[in-house]
Nanobody, 119 residues
Framework: VQLQASGGGLVQPGGSLRLSCAFS????????LGWYRQAPGKQRELVAT???????NYADSVKGRFTISRDNAKKMVYLQMNSLLPEDTAVYYC??????????????WGQGTQVTVSS
């Protein structure tokens, strides 16, 4: 199983970015998909998750600004980030919780994409 995140970059405060994550491999079913972030000197934290039935969960710090979505047919998960703040600066990671032939559910992580919010 592999996850590939993309879409990070440098953006001014108040701007927007859309992160994408493609997942592939011998996935039998998906429990959840999510985005996490890690700022320098801080622990990795949950940003947003989406579960079956499109149940979404957001960190309080991003509610109303970020939207997580998924496209099962394309095996993609997205994070639309609006009204970005300097404190949103971090490396963003996508994570999938999957069942495979080896069992599960197990967590699989993408490689991370840098988001920098600065003027």
């Amino acid at each position: 199983v592999q996850l590939q995140a993309s879409g990070g970059g440098l953006v001014q405060p108040g701007g927007s970015l859309r992160l994408s994550c493609a997942f592939s491999g011998n996935i039998l079913s998906t429990n959840s998909l999510g985005w996490y972030r890690q700022a320098p000197g801080k622990q990795r934290e949950l940003v947003a998750t989406v579960r079956s039935g499109n149940r979404r969960n957001y960190a309080d710090s991003v509610k109303g600004r970020f939207t997580i979505s998924r496209d099962n047919a394309k095996k993609m998960v997205y994070l639309q980030m609006n009204s970005l703040l300097p404190e949103d600066t971090a490396v963003y990671y996508c994570k999938g919780e999957f069942w495979t032939e080896a069992g599960g559910p197990d967590d699989y992580w993408g490689q991370g994409t840098q988001v920098t919010v600065s003027s």
